[in-house]
């Protein structure tokens, strides 16, 4: 008998941006980036996108 933990996420927590498509996926949460490391690079994406849109 093995024991197994099985953890499922919509694609957009996985991949880090919105889709227009979320799916839940499983994943092993050790292949994913912390939530902080998450957190940055979307802020980052934020930051860079209101500057291409600004006048």
Do not use: Y
């Amino acid at each position: 008998v093995r024991e197994c933990t099985v953890t499922i996420c919509r694609s957009e927590e996985l991949h880090g941006f919105p889709s227009e498509e979320s799916a839940w996926v499983p994943f092993d949460p050790e292949r994913l980036e912390p939530l902080e490391e998450r957190l940055e690079k979307h802020r980052r994406r934020v930051e860079w996108d209101e500057r291409l849109t600004k006048p």
